[in-house]
């Protein structure tokens, strides 16, 4: 196995830059953001010191039995306590927000943590109820998120910006300083409209519940649907893959703990994910993960589900000391 070669073909599609390195995060779980601080930065620091490349977080309203968190909080928190890991929004439900506030939000922590952010952004959709109780109709999310990243674009590069559309208008708006450098913006989800949004909106795909083919199928349909888009393309495209992962030397073991962790999320039975959601010893696992690299894929967000804590670091990080050695990005 070996990473992409850039091609002919590449540079005539406008990928002029190479692919940037692969980075392996993992969640940051309830122990990483509530409980004793100490606790809270032994754990952020044993990440960093793993050599893992960031951490991710989750954003909800309320979700099913009212259990939420807000990303950009918790992306501050992290960044005020641990200061040199990046920290990613796995994913953002911006269609629940105003851009406004949003922007001056971004600019804020790109202000405090400059570079350090990366935005993934999605339409939710799991349960219905959370995006009804924010007063949004359930049927216009895509349409209002699409606008939403619209006005971002503009309100993020450090001149007035105005938008007018179905769902929110303002004139010669100003949001101060702009973030520098800009704040990546990768779009989630699965549906042709998702993949539409990613080609128009993003500077790459984050990716759930595929296959390494799929995948592969996604990044190039990405470039092809990207020659329409309004805004400017990124230099470079940067896809990513977030994934539930059971670690444990029993396979049994690890199967069970991560069925029960995501069937108590989603209220789904776990056979609907198991297989895109890899479960074992961190070698297994990685070895279950390598296609998607060689798909296309430029960083992991990887949820690891394990006995303790530290064993999940520790499980992900080996996972990503065996794809840099073995995968050769």
């Given at each position: 196995?070996?990473?992409?070669?850039?091609?002919e073909?590449?540079?005539?599609?406008?990928?002029?830059?190479?692919?940037?390195?692969?980075?392996v995060?993992?969640?940051?779980?309830?122990f990483?953001?509530?409980?004793?601080?100490?606790?809270?930065?032994?754990?952020?620091?044993?990440a960093?010191?793993s050599?893992?490349?960031?951490?991710?977080?989750?954003?909800?309203?309320?979700?099913?039995?009212?259990?939420?968190?807000?990303?950009?909080?918790?992306?501050?928190?992290?960044?005020?306590l641990?200061?040199?890991?990046?920290?990613?929004?796995?994913?953002?439900?911006?269609?629940?927000?105003?851009p406004?506030?949003?922007?001056r939000?971004?600019?804020s922590?790109?202000?405090?943590?400059p570079?350090?952010?990366?935005?993934?952004?999605?339409?939710?959709?799991?349960?219905?109820?959370e995006?009804?109780?924010c007063?949004?109709d359930?049927?216009?999310r895509?349409?209002?998120?699409?606008?939403?990243?619209?006005?971002l674009?503009?309100?993020?590069g450090?001149?007035?910006?105005?938008?007018?559309?179905e769902?929110?208008?303002?004139?010669?708006?100003?949001?101060?300083?702009?973030?520098?450098?800009?704040?990546?913006?990768?779009?989630?989800?699965?549906s042709?409209?998702?993949i539409?949004r990613?080609?128009?909106?993003?500077?790459?795909?984050?990716?759930?519940?595929?296959?390494?083919?799929?995948f592969?199928?996604?990044?190039?349909?990405?470039e092809?649907?990207?020659?329409?888009?309004?805004?400017?393309?990124?230099?470079?495209?940067?896809?990513?893959?977030?994934?539930?992962i059971?670690?444990?030397?029993d396979?049994d073991?690890?199967?069970?703990?991560?069925?029960?962790?995501?069937?108590?999320m989603?209220?789904?039975?776990?056979?609907?994910?198991?297989?895109?959601?890899?479960?074992?010893?961190?070698?297994?696992?990685?070895?279950r993960?390598?296609?998607?690299?060689e798909?296309?894929?430029?960083?992991?967000?990887?949820?690891?589900?394990?006995?303790?804590?530290?064993?999940?670091?520790?499980?992900?990080?080996?996972?990503?000391?065996w794809?840099?050695?073995?995968?050769?990005?």
């Amino acid at each position: 196995m070996g990473a992409r070669i850039q091609t002919e073909e590449d540079v005539v599609n406008g990928s002029s830059s190479p692919p940037p390195p692969l980075r392996v995060g993992t969640m940051a779980d309830q122990f990483m953001l509530t409980g004793p601080l100490e606790r809270r930065r032994e754990l952020l620091d044993r990440a960093s010191q793993s050599g893992l490349d960031h951490v991710f977080v989750a954003d909800h309203i309320s979700f099913y039995t009212g259990l939420g968190m807000d990303g950009l909080i918790q992306a501050a928190t992290i960044a005020a306590l641990e200061p040199n890991l990046k920290i990613h929004i796995g994913v953002y439900l911006l269609a629940l927000r105003h851009p406004l506030p949003v922007a001056r939000q971004l600019a804020s922590l790109s202000e405090s943590a400059p570079g350090r952010l990366v935005l993934g952004v999605g339409v939710g959709g799991e349960d219905r109820h959370e995006i009804e109780i924010c007063g949004v109709d359930p049927a216009t999310r895509g349409r209002r998120t699409n606008e939403t990243l619209m006005a971002l674009h503009g309100l993020l590069g450090g001149t007035p910006a105005s938008h007018a559309c179905e769902f929110f208008t303002f004139e010669e708006a100003l949001i101060r300083p702009a973030p520098d450098p800009p704040i990546p913006i990768v779009i989630g989800g699965r549906s042709d409209a998702a993949i539409q949004r990613a080609a128009r909106f993003g500077d790459g795909w984050l990716g759930v519940w595929c296959s390494p083919r799929r995948f592969a199928e996604v990044v190039r349909e990405i470039e092809s649907l990207a020659e329409e888009r309004s805004i400017p393309r990124p230099k470079t495209w940067d896809h990513g893959l977030q994934v539930w992962i059971g670690l444990d030397q029993d396979q049994d073991r690890a199967r069970k703990r991560l069925a029960a962790a995501m069937e108590r999320m989603y209220q789904i039975p776990y056979e609907r994910f198991e297989r895109y959601s890899p479960f074992g010893r961190p070698k297994e696992i990685a070895e279950r993960l390598a296609p998607y690299i060689e798909a296309g894929c430029r960083h992991l967000n990887l949820t690891p589900i394990a006995s303790s804590p530290e064993e999940a670091i520790d499980g992900a990080a080996e996972i990503r000391e065996w794809l840099m050695k073995n995968i050769g990005v």
